[in-house]
């Protein structure tokens, strides 16, 4: 089992960046993709990005896609989302998870474990 834990949200204004962070304990020896979502209220959980631990490739949603990074600190256990040029419609909650699945990635039911939620909030 693998423990997540994400920090870096808050609120800041569209234009602006943030920084998210999730901190990877457990049995992270064994090899494991890496991803991010997000929940807006009301709305169900969307894939935003995802680093395969396979390739090292990275996915992204459309609607981040030359906006948000993803990054994998191995040495550190630690995943990152570098978000630039922040929209109002980037409001929600962003959850880290892993899968050991280094394929469909990008699918949110391949992931088995999940962290609590980090809180953004993008004000126009």
């Known amino acids: 089992q693998v423990q997540l834990v994400e920090s870096g949200g808050g609120l800041v204004q569209a234009g602006d960046s943030l920084r998210l962070s999730c901190a990877a304990s457990?049995?992270?020896?064994?090899?494991?993709?890496m991803g991010w979502f997000r929940q807006a209220p009301g709305k169900e959980r969307e894939f935003v990005a995802a680093?395969?631990?396979?390739?090292?490739?990275?996915y992204y949603a459309d609607s981040v896609k030359d906006r948000f990074t993803i990054r994998r600190d191995n040495d550190k256990n630690t995943l990152f989302l570098q978000m630039n040029s922040l929209k109002p419609e980037d409001t929600a909650v962003y959850y880290c998870?892993?899968?050991?699945?280094?394929?469909?990635?990008?699918?949110?039911?391949?992931?088995?474990?999940w962290g609590q939620g980090t809180q953004v909030t993008v004000s126009s």
């Open positions: 998870a892993t899968t050991i699945s280094g394929a469909r990635i990008t699918t949110l039911n391949m992931y088995e474990n």
């Open positions: 457990g049995r992270t020896s064994s090899p494991y993709s």
């Open positions: 680093i395969s631990w396979i390739s090292g490739n990275t």
